[in-house]
């Protein structure tokens, strides 16, 4: 997580281009403010299980991050925490469903599908590939690896899509051939739990 909000600050600029684009220019000052807020909260409160991490994480982009970022990005991170309940070392599969459970929370919670050029557009296919991943035998690291490539491609096929959902929707056929920055920063947090899973390079 702290990874993540080195990742999230750099890229800042970025999503809010992209935001501008279609939105109301601030993703990525949302999810940087949301980030350095987690990073404190994770020094003062110390969760001592991977749940507890993500319950905090949750809880945290809820109450800091604007927007409709905030509400999807905090039930996704609550879901998952369920997911992995108090167990204290995630495994493969768990991780996986960890996964599919924070797509069903922002898909309950955004109403959005696939191909409605929101961030499901990342999240869907980097569960498939995850699940595919944990079912082939791959490792926590092979997981996310997997799931960030998937993300990455989902993310950049937004930039074709029509908007469906959300306020690029309001944009009709003026959004096609933006990249939609919820995607992205889905993308770019796989992309670092990869990372970091995988270990030095």
């Known amino acids: ?18 935001d501008r684009e279609i939105g109301d220019g601030d993703h990525g ?12 909260a994770l020094e003062r409160d110390a ?5 507890g991490v993500l319950k ?5 982009l809820i109450s800091k991050v604007g927007g409709a970022a905030g509400p999807l990005y905090g039930t996704a991170f609550l879901r998952a925490a369920t997911a992995v309940k108090d167990l204290g070392e995630l495994d493969a599969d768990l991780v996986a469903r960890a996964l ?7 898909v309950a919670r955004g109403k959005a599908e696939r191909g409605d050029k929101t961030m ?17 035998g791959e490792d926590v690291a092979g997981v996310l690896s997997a799931a960030a490539e998937a993300a990455a491609e989902g993310a950049d096929s937004t930039v074709l899509v029509l908007a469906r959902k959300g306020r690029a929707s309001y944009l009709g056929e003026r959004s096609i051939g933006h990249l939609d920055p919820g995607a992205r920063s889905t993308a770019l947090l796989l992309r670092t739990f990869a990372d970091v899973a995988s270990g030095p390079r």
């Open 47 to 51: 969760p001592d299980s991977p749940g």
């Open 56 to 60: 905090l994480v949750a809880t945290t």
């Open 120 to 136: 499901v557009d990342a999240l869907l296919p980097a569960v498939e590939a995850a699940e595919a991943a944990a079912g082939q």
């Open 100 to 106: 599919r459970a924070a797509l069903d929370g922002v």
């Open 29 to 40: 000052e949302n999810m940087s403010r949301g980030f350095a807020a987690l990073v404190v």
């Open 1 to 18: 997580m702290r990874e993540a909000a080195k990742t999230l600050d750099d890229h800042r600029d970025e999503l809010n281009r992209l």
